[in-house]
């Protein structure tokens, strides 16, 4: 082989070196190499676990926020409907007593406008007695038994219907 220009004892001593190279990059550096790789790859598993739980959390609490509004807006609904037919039976209360209140203060003008009429009646029919009797006194010229002058007016008003006129 020396003709071919290779020398056998430096060819072996080189694989001898080339050998003893690997083996100790094998054993310093591929393997904490390779470990460490190994480590990363678990770290960056992990975090990605980490990351979907953080989002199904996530996902959970927007459900749990969103079903917490959705009863709060259901609620404040409910007051506000309660609220409202609460306003419109307290306004019917009050309408209905205001109604009741009118009738009562109608029917107390009524009554008093009824007294009143009668009150006027009996005046009016008290003075028409007393003209009557004055002037049948004049027209006579004297004293007319009072007794049945008065039993004839009463009578004759006791005749009288309500338009005033006499009954026949």
């Known amino acids: 082989m020396e003709k071919l220009g290779i020398n056998l004892s430096l060819l072996v ?6 050998t003893l190279l690997a083996v100790l990059l094998y054993l310093l550096l591929y393997k904490p190499v390779l470990n460490m790789l190994n480590q990363r790859r678990e770290r960056i598993a992990r ?9 199904e959390s996530a996902a959970s609490a927007q459900r749990e926020y969103d079903r917490r509004i959705a009863e709060a807006q259901r609620k404040g609904q409910e007051i506000i409907a309660q609220a409202a037919q609460s306003g419109e039976q307290v306004g019917s209360e009050i309408k209905a007593e205001a ?12 009554e008093e406008a009824a007294e009143e009429k009668t009150r006027m009646l009996a005046d009016v029919q008290g003075q028409i007695a007393s003209l009557s009797m004055l002037a049948t006194e004049r027209v006579l010229g004297q004293v007319v038994d ?16 309500s338009s005033g006129k006499v009954k026949p």
């Open 146 to 161: 009072e007794r049945t002058q008065r039993q004839l007016i009463d009578q004759f008003l006791a005749d009288l219907d």
């Open 99 to 110: 109604q009741r209140e009118a009738e009562a203060i109608r029917q107390k003008a009524r």
């Open 47 to 55: 975090s990605m676990a980490d990351v979907d739980a953080a989002r």
């Open 13 to 18: 001593s080189q694989l001898v070196n080339f």
